[in-house]
Every structure is written in C-alpha cells, then in structure tokens.
C-alpha cells in the first residue's frame, strides 16, 4: 500500500521536502517554526511499527532538522514530540520554542487557534529551510 499523508497533516502544513524516509513539513502557525516529519510508510502509526533501520533513519532527520531549525531561528530550545492523538499516521513535531513565543514555557499544544502564515512569509522561511545547510 502506498504512502498516503493524512488528510489533517495536509490541510495544516506546507510541504517543504522529502528526506529519504520522511515528509518535511511546516506547520500552518506563524507563531512558531514548527516543522513536522512524517515516514513516508503505510499504516505506521507508532515509532515501534517501523522496522530498526527506518527508526534509525528517522532519527537522523529528526536531529539534522532540528539542527537546522535551532540555526535558523536562534531558538532557546528545540521541543520534539510524537503524540498523535488526533492524528494516527506517525508523524514528529520539531517546535522552536523561546521565552516570548505565546505559549512559553508552556506546551504549543491546545494553547490557542493558530494563526496562519502570509503566503509570502512562509514562502521565504520554506526556501531558507531549504537552502540552509
């Protein structure tokens, strides 16, 4: 069965690229850089349902996209997460946090509606991701 992103993920984000295993993409949010990495595997909902080299793989684009993210931004911290509560298809969160972002130090999670980007805005953030190294 084919990789198929989830109809949730594709209506909140933007694409930005495709790692050997995973979707990149960029949250819907402009209050934070907040990207998404999802394995590009059929019915994966948990970590544990990928086989030992695709955890391994997805482990190194979580690290070297947080990485990038943490360089882009300057941000104090890097808040990572798989929860999929609402969402089943596995899919990792790489949230840029610091103090003034709307929800610090608190959870990004549930504190309030998003605010969409501008096209153009997350246009540019999309091409520096891309371009950064």
Not at 7 to 25: G, N, Q
Not at 109 to 126: E, I
Request: avoid cysteine; charge should be neutral.
């Amino acid at each position: 069965m084919p990789f198929t992103l989830h109809p949730r993920l594709a209506a909140d984000t933007a694409f930005i690229a495709d790692e050997p295993l995973s979707r990149v993409l960029l949250m819907n949010d402009m209050r934070y850089r907040w990207l998404i990495l999802v394995p590009r595997r059929a019915d994966v909902t948990e970590l544990h349902d990928l086989d030992a080299a695709d955890r391994a793989t997805l482990t190194e684009e979580i690290a070297a996209a947080a990485r990038k993210l943490k360089d882009l931004t300057g941000a104090a911290k890097i808040n990572i997460g798989a929860l999929g509560n609402l969402v089943p298809q596995l899919h990792v969160h790489i949230v840029a946090r610091g103090p003034g972002d709307p929800a610090w130090p608190g959870p990004v999670w549930g504190h309030s509606a998003a605010v969409p980007y501008a096209a153009a805005t997350r246009d540019a953030f999309l091409r520096e991701f891309v371009t950064a190294r």
